[in-house]
């Protein structure tokens, strides 16, 4: 009994020793130093955001102001319906604030062309969601290497498709799933899906990770294992900007900020 929990000590400690390792290379920054020395990666400044239903209009952003160094793991909480989900997507380029700007690494970017847009939403972020948002159909791998055939042309993806996959197994070591590689993605439990996706999310090597309650579909175990893995990408120098609801995923983080009333508290 003793030397099988010696074994399994030693298999963890190993592991966590390659973990860091790859998650160490799968950033492009110093993360040896603190975030606040740090250059401010991207902002949101002065933001609003109206949706139109019906005849009303629902002011859900009324002012917002974000500033995320590189490095840094930011929180963003607040109650159902105060605009998290708005935010973050504003954030990564999926939608337009209505006034105000998003900057990324000190350009707006609705100054960008729809190309630069593309590549915006494709490489420089990576988003991870509640839901997961995997194709069902497709292998682990083959969800995992999805933003890289997308960002690639045919031709592209031939050259490159060995060097993705290498890069993808070793995510999926990362992420604690590498003999899972070819299985379908509907076979995997609720928190070895998100696994999965937080790796897709890592491929295209993104400056910042973005994150909507990624903890919110898994019960607090799992949900604890999947902080855990953002802990150690943080450490690693990703920055990261997650959604949540739970105020004791969020206070894991370095910062926390709430919106209420449709501005930040
Ligand atoms: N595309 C949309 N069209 C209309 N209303 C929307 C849209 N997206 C969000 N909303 C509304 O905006 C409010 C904020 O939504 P959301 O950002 O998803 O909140 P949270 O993520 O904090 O729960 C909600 O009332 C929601 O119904
Ligand atoms: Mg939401």
Redesign the pocket.
């Known amino acids: 009994m003793e030397a099988d929990d010696i074994d399994i000590k030693k298999i963890r400690r190993e592991n966590s020793g390659k973990r860091k390792k790859i998650a160490s290379e799968n950033t492009q920054h110093d993360a040896a130093s603190h975030y606040t020395d740090n250059p401010v990666i991207i902002s949101a400044k002065d933001i609003t955001k109206s949706f139109r239903m019906g005849r009303t209009n629902l002011r859900v952003l009324k002012g917002v102001d974000v500033q995320v160094h590189r490095g840094q793991f930011m929180a963003i909480t607040g109650s159902?319906?105060s605009?998290?989900?708005?935010l973050?997507h504003l954030l990564g380029g999926l939608d337009r604030p209505d006034t105000g700007m998003v900057e990324f690494n000190g350009c707006n970017i609705a100054d960008y062309s729809a190309g630069k847009l593309n590549k915006y939403r494709n490489k420089n972020v990576g988003f991870v969601f509640?839901f997961y948002h995997l194709l069902d159909e497709l292998t682990v791998l083959e969800n995992i290497l999805l933003p890289v055939m997308a960002s690639a042309g045919t031709i592209a993806w031939l050259a490159k498709s060995s060097k993705a996959k290498k890069a993808a197994m070793d995510l999926l070591e990362l992420v604690g799933l590498a003999d899972r590689a070819k299985q379908k993605s509907y076979q995997l439990s609720g928190g070895e899906r998100q696994r999965v996706a937080i790796a897709r999310a890592l491929i295209n090597k993104p400056d910042i990770i973005l994150a909507?309650?990624p903890t919110?579909n898994l019960d607090s175990k799992t949900g604890n294992g999947i902080l855990n893995l953002f802990e150690d990408l943080n450490r690693a120098g990703q920055t990261i900007i997650m959604?949540t609801?739970d105020e004791l995923i969020a206070h894991r983080t370095h910062n926390v900020v709430k919106l209420v009333d449709g501005k930040i508290e």
Do not use: C, I, P
Not at 83 to 86: A, F
């Open positions: 159902s319906g605009g998290k989900s708005t973050l509640q909507d309650e919110g959604v609801h």
